[in-house]
């Protein structure tokens, strides 16, 4: 199974940033997806999730409003539109699949960094 990140990148604060992960080597339509964070001297963080088949979707109350999580079943990839981006979103952005619930990831990516600067 692999989940490959893309998109990350230096911004200001106030930019748009979409990243991208791309699945392969696993039923992409049997598994929810998420996107986390890490920041420096922190604990990873979930960012939000979206249902196997699109149309549910849970966001963190730090993004909510700024961030949209969508995904695409038939190219297997997830994205996330993050808007009106802040200093405080800066962090390593992991992709991550799961079965059952978000709090259980089955597979994550290797991250993409996001920087911020203000």
């Known amino acids: 199974v692999q989940l490959v990140e893309s998109g990350g990148g230096l911004v200001q604060a106030g930019d748009s940033l979409r990243l991208s992960c791309a699945a392969s080597?696993?039923?992409?339509?049997?598994?929810?997806m998420g996107w986390f964070r890490q920041a420096p001297g922190k604990e990873r963080e979930f960012v939000v999730g979206?249902?196997?088949?699109?149309?549910?979707?849970s966001y963190a109350e730090s993004v909510k409003g700024r961030f949209t999580i969508s995904r695409d079943n038939a190219k297997k990839t997830v994205y996330l539109q993050m808007n009106s981006l802040k200093s405080e979103d800066t962090g390593v952005y992991y992709c991550?699949?799961?079965?059952?619930?978000?709090?259980?990831?089955?597979?994550w990516g290797q991250g993409t960094q996001v920087t911020v600067s203000s």
């Open positions: 991550a699949a799961y079965w059952a619930v978000a709090s259980s990831v089955d597979y």
């Open positions: 080597g696993l039923s992409f339509t049997s598994y929810g």
């Open positions: 979206i249902s196997r088949s699109g149309f549910s979707t």
